[in-house]
RNA sequence: GCGGGGAUGCCAGAGUGGUCUAAUGGGACGGAUUUAGGCUCCGUUGGCUCAGUGCCUUCCUAGGUUCAAAUCCUAGUCCCCGCACCA
């Protein structure tokens, strides 16, 4: 049987979210209720970062356009003339890569697709770029439609140059910038297969995933006319030098680097030459030629022994490794095997006896001090430990604990020279600026782990030298954009330590690629410009997105934008129109985002806002939230809670979704959304739905009682914090307001038998408004179920009646509640005492402020029959006298 | 390691010196209504005590400041996020 509808009245049931979404969606568009034109209100500009468009849009999406949405709205509804827009965005490497991997037909890639839904013949048309564009922005248009977003979409756009009036604008706005000085060119490291000849992505990677390239230093020790070299984290260690590594089986090279000749592995010598060495091979040298040599060690020119060790990996570094028993686990290791070797071992090592005796005579020489370690840091981890050979994996940890302690903490010792004393964080720097100087040290990257390409080659780090930069490192860059941080509003306020954090720490940002779609440098058009690096200031197009479509492109260039955007020059007519949209709608208003772009889009955004812009027109304010969790927990398709925003439409109505959205959560927290929510949300709704339908009738103005005084004034109140609410984009709370406990006071209200028509029909006008912002569907339904003729989307927001919030009745009505409470409690005690049926009983409860209640009101509440007298005469109030301790001149009630 | 944010009752989540056993919502439990209930209503939900507004113990832990602390200070423990060239 299907579930009898609740309508006692004629009408058939209609109350179908599914159907009123479609009908006001299809109204809004008719109506062209979103489309923004300026006029002579004020504005609001808001809007999101254009999602990426690499597949159907998911809850995450869903939860951002859903706070921007209900922002708009709001505003909408107080007056200010709004424009939500929305772009999309395709530039980078992501969408490429898998369009490349298609063409390939690579197995893993074609299996995402089917996973998707698409057919085979489909799958190949994803190949192209551009079938990604055609596939998933109308798709997303649909989605946010769907859900109810408030969006302009003639000025929608998508990016790349395969959308050639946006290609224009960026390609200007890197003009702009080079004009400036901002785009330096510069060299930086980057993972790279030798193979593929391209930069390996953290997604391209089959293994090494988070792996980066690593600063090194290279240590050069005179060996003759030439130098071995060794590679070291830890220049700082010098002082402690004893001795010299080299791995007895390995193969090792002279070549000639520069104009130096340098001895090191051969593995090492291919990545010299990617790092921008001048290399030239000129002979072999056997690992085990070398030992028993001295060499000189660079800063403290002393001269130490080379020694085989058998952890030295000649594709580590340079193969060569410099010990430091004091402070390197490896090495006191290494050491202590050698000077613990049998004495014919080392014969047959080839040894004499002088030499063997200076091995034995190597004495540890502390260097670094730190509380936790004392002064031999490696040698007490070691024992500690009890590690014993080379090969103990342990070492690697025991190593990195040593490092970091003696980093942190450690302070050098006296025997450091000029060093000495110094905090050993210090020394680095100094030291290694000092040996950079004196031709003795260089730096050398090397991954910080082990990196596979895709290909199953193993990568390597490239010097690129021709990289393009913007410079954010800037002093003079970065003061502008304090200051217009400064200026800003920023919801919450507490992510403005992270922003100025982040202003301090962030440098020059390589900002084009060797691949990927996007605009090329206009310059050098080799490059593509980075995706983060493409979207900064692209929330200006969107006020001319939809009028740049109509004029001739050949007739865009830098001096179009120029007149357009900084009213620079002169300009068609056309274009005058475009520069008054845009000084109409700019700067924009607010720019939403997750938490995760504080650091990178964010900031940017900034910056390039305080390069390019006049100062009225940088951004007002940035809004920031945490990270949708779906049923408390990160949105993952492993765990089985990744949704797309149309999958949850099929189930769920846009309306309750949205609700359930912004119940979620606010704030830097990840708010978390959970399908309880959901079914919460359509069953409230739904009743309200229901009551509004039925309740609102014709009604003269009724006196209003206290009951009725007491329910607006709760009504003013929580429209009164819920606006305020509004105003923050806290929409958590707002809604909880504005919402849940209005439908709780409205409860309250009917039972107290409440119903004053004039003040129900107040209630159910302002009810649905302040719905409207998070369910806007049925809001515009029930307007006009209750005969409005305009949008509700365009209705005002109510005003507070300050003058009818009666702190001092709520307070009164709080103490009835507690008069309620201990009629209550004292029964239930008697009740059990007596446990007579039929019994006569009379209470005594001392009453608060019982001149404003009444009996009727009273017995409904404790359910049974209650009196009220005044405790004049003594009685009136106990007749039988039976009510126990009664104090005279007091009201007091009798309950029976 | 550096930087930022946190830790509140079964759960979520308010609360920044007294009005705090701590809002509100959800859950659970008990009761009322009911043919029945997923509707609605009332109540309970730290412990003890109870013919009545009482006592004790609680807001991560340990100290401290104060007449008074969930709230301020100090130390510690644990959790989340970011640390880049990637959307």
């Not at 304010?621 to 990270?627: A, E, H, I, L, Q």
């Not at 305009?790 to 005002?796: G, Q, V, Y």
Request: glycine share 6%.
């Amino acid at each position: 049987m299907p579930k009898k509808s609740t309508f006692s009245d004629s009408e058939p049931n209609i109350f179908s979210f599914n159907e009123i979404e479609k009908k006001w969606q299809r109204r809004w568009e008719e109506a062209k209720v979103f489309e923004a034109v300026p006029d002579k209100r004020n504005k609001f500009f808001i809007n999101f970062p254009y999602p990426y468009i690499n597949g159907h849009l998911h809850l995450g999406h869903a939860f951002s356009v859903t706070r921007v949405d209900v922002a708009a709205r709001y505003k909408r509804m107080n007056g200010f003339n709004v424009l939500f827009p929305q772009g999309w965005h395709c530039t980078g490497t992501p969408v490429w890569a898998a369009a490349q991997r298609i063409r390939e037909k690579e197995e893993k890639q074609i299996q995402i697709m089917k996973t998707m839904g698409f057919s085979e013949k489909e799958i190949l048309k994803f190949g192209e770029v551009k079938h990604w564009m055609d596939t998933f922005v109308p798709a997303a248009q649909e989605d946010l439609s769907r859900i109810g977003a408030s969006v302009d979409w003639r000025r929608s756009f998508v990016t790349t140059d395969l959308n050639p009036y946006y290609d224009k604008f960026i390609r200007w706005q890197f003009n702009k910038l080079r004009e400036k000085g901002l785009v330096v060119k510069g060299k930086r490291p980057v993972v790279w297969c030798v193979k593929d000849k391209m930069v390996v992505g953290d997604h391209d990677r089959a293994e090494g995933e988070g792996e980066t390239p690593q600063e090194y230093y290279l240590l050069k020790f005179k060996f003759g006319d030439s130098y071995l070299i060794a590679a070291t984290l830890r220049p700082e260690t010098v002082f402690g030098q004893t001795n010299f590594w080299v791995n007895p089986d390995a193969n090792y090279v002279k070549a000639r680097i520069g104009n130096e000749t340098w001895i090191v592995s051969k593995e090492c010598l291919d990545k010299l030459e990617l790092q921008e060495k001048d290399t030239k091979m000129m002979e072999y040298i056997s690992g085990k030629d070398l030992i028993g040599k001295h060499c000189e060690a660079p800063l403290i020119g002393r001269k130490i022994m080379i020694l085989p060790a058998r952890f030295v990996d000649p594709t580590m570094g340079t193969g060569l490794v410099t010990s430091v028993p004091s402070d390197a686990p490896y090495d006191y290791i290494a050491l202590r095997n050698m000077q613990e070797m049998k004495e014919t071992e080392k014969n047959k090592l080839g040894f004499s006896i002088e030499q063997i005796e200076e091995i034995e005579d190597i004495e540890i020489i502390p260097i670094i001090k730190t509380e936790k370690y004392g002064d031999k840091a490696a040698v007490k981890v070691v024992e500690e430990s009890g590690v014993v050979n080379q090969e103990d994996p342990k070492l690697d940890s025991l190593t990195q604990e040593v490092y970091k302690e003696g980093y942190h903490n450690g302070i050098l010792l006296n025997n450091c020279g000029e060093y000495s004393g110094m905090k050993v964080k210090e020394a680095k720097e100094k030291m290694k600026e000092d040996m950079i100087k004196k031709g003795l040290l260089e730096i050398f990257y090397e991954l910080s782990g082990k990196v596979v390409c895709r290909c199953l080659t193993p990568s390597v780090v490239k010097i690129v030298s021709d990289q393009w930069f913007l410079k954010y490192g800037d002093k003079e860059w970065k003061e502008k954009v304090r200051k217009e941080l400064e200026g800003m509003k920023l919801y919450p306020d507490l992510v403005r330590q992270q922003f100025n954090y982040v202003i301090g720490w962030l440098n020059d940002w390589a900002c084009t690629h060797h691949h990927g779609a996007g605009t090329k440098l206009p310059w050098d058009e080799h490059w593509v410009i980075e995706s983060l690096s493409d979207s900064t200031i692209y929330m200006a197009y969107y006020t001319i997105a939809h009028l740049i479509k109509e004029y001739p492109l050949d007739k865009i260039d830098d001096s179009f934008f120029d007149y357009v955007l900084l009213g620079e020059g002169k300009g068609s007519k056309e274009m005058d129109k475009m520069r008054k949209e845009f000084e109409y709608w700019y700067p924009f208003d607010v720019r939403s985002s997750g938490k995760d772009l504080v650091q990178n889009h964010l900031s940017f955004c900034m910056f390039n806002h305080a390069a390019i812009f006049p100062e009225k027109h940088w951004p007002k304010s940035f809004s920031v939230n945490g990270w949708l969790l779906v049923e408390g927990d990160k949105m993952s398709k492993s765990k089985g809670n990744f949704f797309t925003i149309r999958q949850v439409l099929e189930k769920h109505s846009a309306d309750s979704v949205r609700a359930g959205l912004m119940m979620g959560g606010e704030g830097l927290d990840d708010p978390n959304f959970g399908f309880a929510n959901v079914e919460i949300v359509t069953q409230k709704i739904h009743g309200f739905f229901e009551f509004a339908r039925l309740n609102y009738k014709k009604a003269k103005k009724a006196e209003l009682s206290r009951s009725d005084r007491l329910f607006v004034s709760s009504i003013n109140r929580y429209l009164k914090e819920g606006s305020e609410a509004m105003e923050n984009m806290m929409f958590r709370t707002a809604f909880d307001k504005l919402f849940f406990q209005m439908q709780r006071v409205l409860k309250e209200y009917i039972n107290r038998g409440g119903s004053n028509q004039g003040v129900l029909n107040d209630f159910i006008e302002i009810q649905i408004k302040i719905i409207a912002p998070f369910c806007p569907h049925v809001a515009e339904e029930l307007w006009n179920k209750i005969g409005k003729k305009e949008f509700i989307s365009l209705a005002e927001w109510p005003q507070v009646e300050e003058n009818k919030i009666d702190t001092k009745l709520e307070e009164s009505e709080k103490g009835v509640d507690k008069t309620v409470a201990d009629v209550l409690n004292v029964l239930s005690i008697v009740k059990e005492k007596t446990r007579k049926e039929g019994e006569k009983v009379y209470v005594y409860v001392m009453p608060f402020e019982l001149e404003h209640y009444n009996a009727e009101l009273l017995s409904r509440r404790v359910q049974k029959e209650v009196k009220i007298f005044a405790v004049n005469d003594k009685n009136k109030y106990d007749p039988e006298g039976k009510a126990g301790k009664a104090k005279p001149g007091k009201p007091g009630i009798y309950v029976e």
